[in-house]
Antibody
Framework: EVQLVESGGGLVQPGRSLRLSCAAS????????MHWVRQAPGKGLEWVSG????????GYADSVKGRFTISRDNAKNSLYLQMNSLRPEDTALYYC??????????????WGQGTLVTVSS | SYELTQPLSVSVALGQTARITCGGN??????VHWYQQKPGQAPVLVIY???NRPSGIPERFSGSNSGNTATLTISRAQAGDESDYYC??????????FGGGTKLTVL
């Protein structure tokens, strides 16, 4: 069974940093692209970032470009999101999701249960 | 940037057919994917590449895509279908785009 388990969320002050992790199991991690998607409280889904199987291709939403960095460690079956210069509008539930293929151009299946990030003073 | 437009809400009588639309410029030229999200849960893929169902998704769920509108159709709607539904595409300029989501109510 494919499992994605996010961790690293919490309460952080504006301007500070946080690193999210996603532990993957049940599939050959380095065969697939991965994504981060967030959902602010009571709002819709917003794609944050995607990374290809070998980290050779990476994309970011304009809202996080220059502040967030996606990475992966295929040896550890793990995906990461380094979030710097956090803003209150970054407050959201952050989901890790598996792409259909090795490039980050497709659909997401499955999704993890998410980790909550709250940016507030 | 590319945008997807969904109705905020759709209502359907129990056992009837619900149609949720997703509008976008020439969306018919793109692959559209649909997700179901129940309260407090992570999204679940219900349709990929316009009209394909993942394993485990009931045949009552179907999709179509043409021109400027993609449609998710739920036949014989059940109480358990009450959820938020999101469409999604990949665009070369905006990368991954989600629609704003539609809340389906089964009456």
């Amino acid at each position: 069974e494919v499992q994605l388990v996010e961790s690293g969320g919490g309460l952080v002050q504006p301007g500070r940093s946080l690193r999210l992790s996603c532990a993957a199991s049940g599939f050959t991690f380095d065969d697939y692209a991965m994504h981060w998607v967030r959902q602010a409280p009571g709002k819709g889904l917003e794609w944050v970032s995607g990374i290809s199987w070998n980290s050779g291709s990476i994309g970011y939403a304009d809202s996080v470009k220059g502040r967030f960095t996606i990475s992966r460690d295929n040896a550890k079956n793990s995906l990461y999101l380094q979030m710097n210069s956090l803003r209150p509008e970054d407050t959201a539930l952050y989901y890790c999701a598996k792409d259909y293929s090795s490039s980050w151009l497709n659909w997401f299946d499955p999704w993890g249960q998410g980790t909550l990030v709250t940016v507030s003073s | 940037s590319y945008e997807l437009t969904q109705p905020l809400s759709v209502s359907v009588a129990l056992g009837q057919t619900a149609r949720i639309t997703c509008g976008g410029n020439n969306i018919g030229r793109k692959n559209v994917h649909w997700y179901q999200q129940k309260p407090g849960q992570a999204p679940v893929l219900v349709i990929y590449r316009d009209s394909n169902r993942p394993s485990g998704i009931p045949e009552r769920f179907s999709g179509s895509n043409s021109g400027n509108t993609a449609t998710l159709t739920i036949s014989r709607a059940q109480a358990g279908d009450e959820s938020d539904y999101y469409c999604q595409v990949w665009d070369s300029s905006t990368h991954v785009v989600f629609g704003g989501g539609t809340k389906l109510t089964v009456l």
